[in-house]
């Protein structure tokens, strides 16, 4: 669950992670989560920098614990996907949240802008695209009808976003 890609393992070094990392986590963190995991390997750690990345800007990430953000989209993707999803980190200098839900599957929201997107189906897949810079998948909820995609507003019917019936499918 909490694979690395090779891709990334230097940059998780610089920040002073190392294979075998084992930190406590609060009590409040739900142990049978893959948020668990997450906490208990990187908890604490500020991963990676801002600047240019492959695709776009690459994002720091400060892995932390905090139980519930109150993001409405959120909610509405747990009870659509019928999972439970839990906020491991802060990133892109705190600008965006990045929750995990039960199969391991990452979401980014940014508080400021409509929408949310989909990192990746697995946590290093999330954490390369973060970290590297590439392009993560925009995500429109039913709730909404537009989503803030790299500068771009998205509306729906675009080719380009992603449905939450495109998630369970593929």
């Not at 998780?12 to 948020?35: C, E, K, L, Y």
């Not at 109150?70 to 990045?98: K, P, R, W």
Request: one cysteine or more; hydrophobic letters at 40%; charged letters at 15%.
């Amino acid at each position: 669950m909490t694979t690395l890609p090779t891709a990334v393992l230097p940059i998780f070094a610089a920040a002073g992670w190392s294979t075998g990392r084992n930190v406590p986590v609060s009590p409040a963190v739900p142990a049978s989560h893959p948020v668990a995991a997450i906490l208990s390997g990187f908890g604490g750690l500020n991963v990676g920098k801002l600047g240019p990345g492959l695709e776009c800007a690459r994002s720091d990430v400060l892995f932390c614990w905090s139980p519930d953000e109150g993001y409405q989209e959120i909610f509405e993707i747990g009870d659509l996907l019928q999972t439970e999803l839990a906020c491991f980190a802060c990133a892109h200098n705190g600008h965006e949240s990045l929750y995990i839900d039960r199969e391991g599957r990452v979401f980014a929201v940014f508080p400021d802008m409509p929408g949310i997107s989909f990192m990746g189906h697995t946590f290093g897949e999330a954490m390369e695209r973060s970290l590297l810079g590439r392009k993560a998948s925009p995500l429109l909820l039913p709730s909404h009808d537009k989503v803030s995609w790299y500068g771009e507003i998205l509306t729906r019917g675009d080719p380009q976003i992603l449905s939450i019936e495109d998630l369970t499918t593929g």
